[in-house]
């Protein structure tokens, strides 16, 4: 099961599990795969103590996940500072919109946030405030993989983390998209179906990894959308893949950071609960369908504003979300793939990752019987 990239990085299993949860990197890192964090939902500061807890508790290396898309409101304001940037696009959002966000948690009697409790509207969506999150990652040295999860990274980006000895990839949804990634010198590509959780294209990951893989020629291409089991690895490694990146799995792991209410809702639902929406970050995003969701693909309501204006609108109901899961059970923001039909039960995370190599091996055994 060991490919090429394993060795380049030094990992034992080509399994890489994007997580928003620190425990659960340094869980699969620790197990043989590799984790990756998710950093969109942490300023500088707080990305500095993730990544120092992950250095004291992952023996080996592990990833990190930034959000710079290639187009975006706001890009190319140059001279900004983060908190400059936000009050501008602040200024973008129109008042109606806040008020049917607000109007939505209202309705479902989602609690606000106690007196004093601020947060930032503008979070790691922009080239702006990721760049301070490039500053932390490369004080880390064992945050040896960094990933861009929309579009092509700027080329300073790719430039800073390659010159520092560490890899660095962006996820795609298309050919002309892992085609731009290798035209930019990247290192490696996450190929993503459309069964995949979060940011996702249009054309299912059967269809897209074999024409991805053929495109790139020898580049790494890891391959996402749709992954649960390792017979579904198998097939992947046998398109030519170099590894499986997973996300989804790992909201329903027994170290993940997911209040009950949340993961009873990825526990209950099927493959056909999911859909494409661009309700909370203003970009298609698969997700669990719900009031919220429903609420703005209705016709008499606002059309989602542009990344990451919908965000700035959306980002309360998230914050309110997590703190009041019980509440919010029916308009929380729940990112997942088609997957999440298979995520029936409750698992440590290196027991996933152990089922998944046995699966895998199981699946190579029956082929090998077959050509036999």
Not at 309 to 326: F, I, N, S, T, W
Request: some cysteine; hydrophobic content about 40%; aromatic content about 6%.
């Amino acid at each position: 099961m060991r490919t090429e990239f394993c060795e380049q990085l030094g990992i034992e299993f080509p399994l890489f599990a994007f997580t928003h949860c620190r425990d659960v990197v340094a869980a699969v890192s620790n197990a043989g795969g590799l984790g990756v964090l998710g950093a969109v939902g942490f300023t500088a500061e707080e990305l500095e103590v993730e990544l120092a807890w992950l250095d004291e508790h992952v023996t080996g290396i592990y990833g990190v996940d930034l959000v710079i898309p290639s187009k975006y409101e706001g890009k190319g304001v140059d001279g900004l500072s983060p908190e400059q940037l936000e009050k501008r696009l602040a200024q973008m959002v129109p008042q109606g919109h806040r008020d049917f966000a607000q109007q939505i948690l209202t309705e479902h009697n989602v609690p606000a946030l106690p007196d004093g409790e601020h947060h930032n509207e503008l979070l790691g969506w922009t080239a702006t405030t990721a760049g301070p999150q490039v500053d932390v990652i490369l004080n880390h040295p064992k945050a040896k993989l960094v990933a861009n999860a929309l579009g092509t990274p700027p080329a300073d980006v790719v430039a800073r983390i390659q010159e520092s000895g560490r890899v660095i990839g962006a996820l795609c949804g298309s050919v002309k998209h892992a085609q731009n990634h290798k035209d930019a010198g990247l290192d490696f590509v996450v190929c993503q179906g459309t069964e995949g959780g979060g940011h996702c294209g249009e054309v299912s990951s059967l269809v897209l990894w074999p024409q991805v893989i053929d495109a790139v020629g020898d580049m790494p291409v890891l391959a996402a959308g749709g992954i649960g089991n390792g017979a579904q690895v198998a097939a992947a490694l046998a398109m030519g893949a170099a590894g499986a990146w997973t996300g989804s799995l790992w909201l329903t792991v027994e170290e993940a950071n997911v209040p009950p209410a949340q993961m009873s809702t990825y526990l209950d639902a099927s493959s056909h609960d999911t859909i494409r929406s661009r309700s909370w970050t203003g970009k298609p995003c698969r997700m669990l369908r719900n009031d919220w969701t429903d609420a703005w693909e209705a016709t008499d309501t606002p059309d989602p504003l542009p990344m990451p204006l919908q965000m700035m609108v959306a980002l309360d109901g998230v914050k309110r979300g997590h703190r009041y899961p019980e509440a919010a059970k029916d308009v929380n923001f729940n990112p997942v793939g088609q997957v999440v039909g298979m995520m029936n039960k409750v698992e440590r995370s290196a027991d996933v990752i152990n089922r998944l190599v046995e699966e895998y091996v199981t699946a190579y055994d029956r082929l090998t019987k077959l050509n036999s």
